[in-house]
């Protein structure tokens, strides 16, 4: 899809910001408030109060911030010009209720528990109890913290500081907003590397709807995560081969997995990346050792200083409590069940499914990887958070910002990772209702029937790369 080449660029800038303003309007008629009604359903929430004016304004708000961005995906006049745009976009946000999640009370809560002493890792934070216990949707009042060390701690010392629901937002909230600024700094030496223009590697990742809605206002620690996955890769691409800014690359991509671990996925491309030369088994020990070092020293250093252990990683099957057909593998678990159910049987075929998803990833990230040695190490660091994102059992919409970050300064086209952020921006309602719940009699069926599609386009890829090319006259290959 060509962009529109007749939309002046401040009329792009201004209707975004008449899109955010909206939004932030509909955050404080029916966001996800303290006190809203946990696990409504989406006529609840147009039954409920301003409920047929918050879903209008909702709609239109994100319409127009959405149409603003895609406008202007490929003419973007300069980075300085995304950055100022970008700003004006998260202004009307930060000073309005959270919006699409009510994960930031969860953060609180849990920061509760470790600046009282407990571990968030061996219990629910309904053991403390916390004061804001009732913030909290009930299916993750007495499950394990799923994020790392790190963020546990830094939600101690918010609660700490605060000692108030409130001000906890805000200081959550002030930690996305580094995130973007960290992110920000890098995307553009990233970009450079690979020979993307930097104002459409900022715009792309930065002017997304998911940035400004569950990134900031929301106040996700994938904010967080996501930057200082960014400057570790950034600062490992703008040294190749130089020990000490490898060893600084590596602790900021250990902070980052010790934010959530999913931003380890982009390691071994880093260390790939930080080859001053070609690829060498002796090369990779030399310039990548520092790189996997500094992370695996990072995450471990982090977990002992807080005096926590790596409980964490148990927290993470935690994820399997949501089912949403926007998890390639569970909506093929679910339609399965649908389709034996004409003929009586009823199944759950989401186990097998989720569990083949993840081994389909543990085959596919070591092939990225050998792929990456002789191509480019950045761009595959993409592809395999894109792939870790699109495998896992459960996909939010904010999850999205782990590959599109990375892809948006490493490949030239990127639009269909923008595809992906566009419609996943649509998904959910302003107080985090998940449309995705209520919709997977059709939800999972359409997925399925994508997933099918992508998996026959990619065999008839592999096949075509493989097959010889044509022989010249007289038997001499091209």
């Not at 148990?314 to 057909?325: K, N, S, T, Y």
Request: charged fraction near 10%; hydrophobic fraction near 55%.
């Amino acid at each position: 899809m060509a962009a529109c080449p007749s939309v002046p660029l401040h009329l792009a800038r201004w209707t975004g910001v008449a899109g955010s303003i909206m939004l932030a309007v509909a955050a404080f008629l029916g966001g996800a408030l303290p006190s809203s009604p946990h696990r409504v359903t989406p006529v609840a929430v147009w039954q409920g109060p301003n409920g047929p004016l918050l879903i209008a304004v909702w709609t239109v708000g994100l319409g127009l911030l959405a149409w603003a961005w895609w406008t202007l995906r490929d003419r973007v006049p300069s980075a300085r010009w995304a950055l100022v745009t970008v700003g004006l976009w998260l202004v009307p946000l930060l000073v309005a209720p959270p919006l699409g999640s009510r994960d930031v009370y969860a953060y609180a809560c849990q920061g509760a528990s470790y600046a009282a002493g407990f571990s968030p890792y061996e219990q629910g934070v309904s053991a403390l109890p916390c004061p804001w216990l009732d913030t909290i949707s009930p299916i993750w009042r007495d499950t394990p913290a799923p994020y790392g060390p790190l963020f546990v701690v830094l939600s101690g010392a918010v609660v700490a500081l605060t000692d108030s629901l409130v001000g906890s937002i805000v200081l959550f909230r002030l930690l996305a907003v580094a995130g973007v600024a960290l992110t920000a700094a890098g995307l553009p030496v990233l970009a450079r590397r690979c020979g993307v223009p930097a104002g459409r590697a900022l715009w792309l990742a930065l002017g997304s709807p998911l940035v400004g809605v569950h990134l900031v206002s929301g106040a996700h620690n994938d904010a967080l995560m996501v930057g200082l996955l960014v400057a570790g890769l950034a600062v490992v691409a703008s040294r190749p081969g130089r020990p000490g800014p490898l060893l600084a690359g590596g602790l900021l991509l250990g902070l980052a997995g010790a934010v959530k671990v999913t931003a380890l996925v982009a390691v071994p491309f880093a260390a790939l990346a930080a080859l001053a030369g070609a690829y060498s088994v002796r090369g990779l020990l030399r310039d990548g050792g520092p790189v996997v070092g500094g992370a695996v020293g990072a995450v471990v250093g982090v977990t002992l200083a807080a005096g926590l252990d790596f409980g964490w990683i148990a927290g993470l099957e935690q994820g399997g409590l949501v089912i949403a057909w926007t998890s390639p593998p569970t909506a093929v678990g679910q339609t399965l069940g649908y389709l034996a159910l004409p003929f009586g049987w009823h199944i759950d075929a989401l186990p097998v499914t989720r569990a083949i998803g993840v081994a389909v990833l543990a085959l596919l990230l070591p092939w990225l990887w050998w792929r990456a040695r002789t191509g480019e190490p950045l761009r595959y660091a993409g592809l395999a958070l894109a792939a870790t994102v699109a495998l896992a059992p459960l996909f939010h919409p904010w999850y999205w910002m782990w590959p599109l970050a990375v892809l948006a300064a490493t490949i030239r086209r990127a639009d269909w990772a923008a595809v992906v952020a566009l419609v996943a921006s649509f998904l959910v309602l302003p107080d985090g209702t998940g449309l995705p719940r209520y919709t997977k009699t059709a939800g999972a069926p359409l997925m399925t029937l994508f997933v099918i599609v992508v998996a026959v386009r990619l065999v008839r890829s592999a096949r075509a790369a493989r097959r010889p090319a044509a022989a010249e006259p007289g038997g001499v290959r091209r």
